[in-house]
């Protein structure tokens, strides 16, 4: 049974940072791309960031681009997603996904549409 746990939500104000962690277990994470995704009030939900198994490949949605870094720990069985210069409408709830198939090298949103799904954590940005 895999499971996913994220954790690193809050309120911060407008220019603040935070730091998201999904925890994985029940499966093996290294060998498999993960991802971040966000889902506001009254809105479908979004790609955010990922990153391949070995952590060589990344991808940003462009509106967070430059200030999000999505990076991992195998060790660990940890994906992150650091937030800096956080704005308003970077308000939702981020979940993390992690790819069902291993070994996929490149890392793109549609790894992602079978995969396996974390709770979600609340981000709320002030202004």
């Known amino acids: 049974q895999v499971q996913l746990v994220e954790s690193g939500g809050g309120l911060v104000q407008a220019g603040g940072s935070l730091r998201l962690s999904c925890a994985a277990s029940g499966r093996s994470f290294s060998s498999c791309a993960m991802g971040w995704f966000r889902q506001a009030p009254g809105k479908e939900r979004e790609f955010v960031a990922a990153?391949?198994?070995?952590?060589?490949?990344?991808y940003y949605s462009d509106s967070v681009k430059g200030r999000f870094t999505i990076f991992r720990d195998n060790a660990k069985n940890t994906v992150y997603l650091q937030m800096n210069s956080l704005k308003p409408e970077d308000t939702a709830v981020y979940s993390c996904?992690?790819?069902?198939?291993?070994?996929?090298?490149?890392?793109?949103?549609?790894?992602?549409?079978?995969?396996?799904w974390g709770q979600g954590t609340q981000v709320t940005v002030s202004s």
């Open positions: 990153i391949n198994w070995s952590g060589s490949s990344t």
């Open positions: 996904a992690l790819d069902r198939y291993p070994f996929r090298p490149v890392a793109t949103p549609g790894l992602f549409e079978n995969g396996y």
